[in-house]
């Protein structure tokens, strides 16, 4: 069976690349808003598990299309001969500079490649790109034409009747939002343009479907264990007699967080390489809070759950969420911790940032200090006790597995991870994973806890799917 290969050609600009790393998953695709900037015939194989199933070849824009077709009008008097006089010209021009970038292009198509032709459906439809389609059409191959509205669909109306002249095949496709089903639904359209490939594309289709059932299902899982280890992590450490615990105790507080801090970055690492993302950039500055800004009311991230909800989930879960110092709502720290900790008074006003995390450490991690038959003691610090905290891992896992597996490998945005998800919880759902939770910080029944708790996060991963 042979791998179906695809070139994607165009006027410079036009988003060919972005088309090629949508299809390819492929965040190494090279892509710039200046024009020219794809210089020579890239091929990207789109692979799952080492199997290739599929390639596509970026390619330059044309630069000098009405010339090309001058000299194939030229050589070739009749349609039978057309296919092998662009090969004739590919041959003959490869190594002349004019004409390198249309040779480029072509190259691959005369090599057996199907068309992609991409334009751009925010620009006007004008007559001198038809010198490039008309060269397309002569070399004979399976062709399919793409509006990719990068700005607009202002002018798709005009694009569409004028592609209509040289294609029997036209698609809007946005290259930085199609989602999964739109890139499917276009590998199915190639498998029906030429009888050799539509085995090969169904194939293809088949294996990407149940890949992305395998690539959920592993986020969910690692989503999962984050957030119980998140509930059952602590860490320890032996003191001789006579050495200060308080210093000990603040250590094992920061290497506590650390440790959480370093596991959710893990997580993160891993649902990206799930969706074939090597190269993702994130923007979570807002949250890694300046110590001031620790307790600060007006600096709430409501990753977790708001005070209304704790109160409800802190009834029915049997934990203790309200108390005569306040409520605790959140817990601290950067990085993943941000957001945690805003601790209120019973009197409503917000604790003092210059008090520092460390005051208040053990309404997030319960520290112990045990005495030791040897002499001296044993320090602990974890498992967490605050009742939010495994809901703001939640929040924050669901917000950027589902900004993951949603964006295409054309989108070269920041990731913003500075949304808050959970207040899309029912009532019931909150009560449930307080139970869970309450039950998984005590022991109870971990089996049984865990695999609700992957029922559920699974369910949510797959919402968007």
Same mark, same amino acid.
């Given at each position: ?117 991409? =334009? ?17 059409? /002569?070399?004979?191959?399976? *062709? @399919?034409?793409? +509006? ?48 050799? /490939? ?14 992305? @059932? ?8 690692? +989503? ?55 190269? @993702?950039?994130? *923007?979570?500055?807002? @949250? ?11 600096? /709430? ?56 995390? /460390? ?22 610090? &974890? ?11 939640? &929040? ?7 900004? =993951? ?12 991870? *500075? ?47």
């Amino acid at each position: 069976m042979s791998i179906p290969g695809f070139a994607v050609v165009g006027r410079p600009n036009k988003g060919k690349s972005s088309i090629v790393a949508t299809l390819a998953r492929d965040d190494a695709v090279y892509i710039d808003s200046r024009a020219g900037t794809t210089v020579a015939a890239d091929a990207y194989p789109m692979r799952v598990d080492g199997e290739t199933l599929y390639v596509l070849v970026d390619t330059p824009g044309f630069q000098r299309a009405r010339a090309v077709l001058e000299w194939l009008q030229a050589h070739c008097s009749d349609a039978a001969g057309r296919p092998e006089a662009v090969r004739a010209f590919v041959e003959q021009h490869e190594d002349d500079e004019r004409y390198r970038d249309e040779c480029q292009a072509l190259r691959p198509i005369v090599d057996g490649a199907g068309i992609i032709y991409v =334009v751009d459906g925010s620009c006007p439809y004008g007559a001198e790109y038809e010198a490039e389609m008309e060269i397309l059409r /002569w070399t004979g191959r399976p *062709s @399919l034409a793409l +509006i990719n509205p990068i700005d607009s669909d202002e002018f798709v109306d005009q694009w569409t009747a004028g592609l209509g002249q040289f294609f029997t095949t036209v698609r809007v496709f946005n290259a930085q939002r199609a989602e999964l089903t739109k890139q499917l639904e276009l590998l199915e359209l190639f498998g029906h343009l030429d009888p050799a /490939w539509r085995a090969p594309l169904e194939r293809a289709v088949t294996i990407l479907r149940q890949d992305r @059932l395998l690539q959920t299902q592993a986020a969910s899982n690692y +989503i999962t264990d984050l957030i119980i280890e998140g509930i059952t992590y602590q860490v320890d450490q032996a003191v001789p007699e006579g050495i200060p615990t308080e210093p000990v105790q603040k250590l094992l507080f920061e290497r506590y967080k650390a440790h959480l801090v370093k596991r959710e970055r893990q997580c993160r690492q891993r649902v990206e390489e799930l969706y074939y993302y090597a190269n @993702l950039k994130r *923007s979570e500055q807002s @949250l890694a809070l300046e110590e001031g800004d620790l307790f600060n009311m007006e600096q /709430w991230y409501l990753w977790g759950l708001g005070k209304k909800a704790l109160l409800a989930v802190g009834a029915s879960a049997g934990a203790v969420v309200g108390a005569t110092t306040g409520m605790a709502v959140d817990a601290v720290s950067g990085g993943l911790l941000a957001g945690l900790g805003t601790l209120v008074t019973g009197g409503g006003g917000a604790i003092s940032g210059a008090v520092g995390a /460390w005051l208040y450490a053990d309404r997030i991690a319960q520290m112990k200090v045990k005495g030791i038959p040897t002499g001296g003691h044993r320090i602990s610090c &974890g498992p967490s006790r605050n009742v939010n905290f495994p809901f703001v891992l939640l &929040g924050r896992a669901l917000t950027h597995q589902r900004q =993951v597996s949603t964006r295409t490998h054309a989108d070269r945005g920041e990731l913003d991870l *500075s949304q808050p998800l959970l207040d899309w919880l029912g009532e019931r759902e909150r009560r449930q994973l307080a139970r869970i939770f309450a039950d998984l910080r005590s022991g109870k029944k971990p089996a049984q806890g865990r695999a609700e708790l992957a029922a559920m996060v699974l369910e949510w991963c797959r919402g968007k799917d």
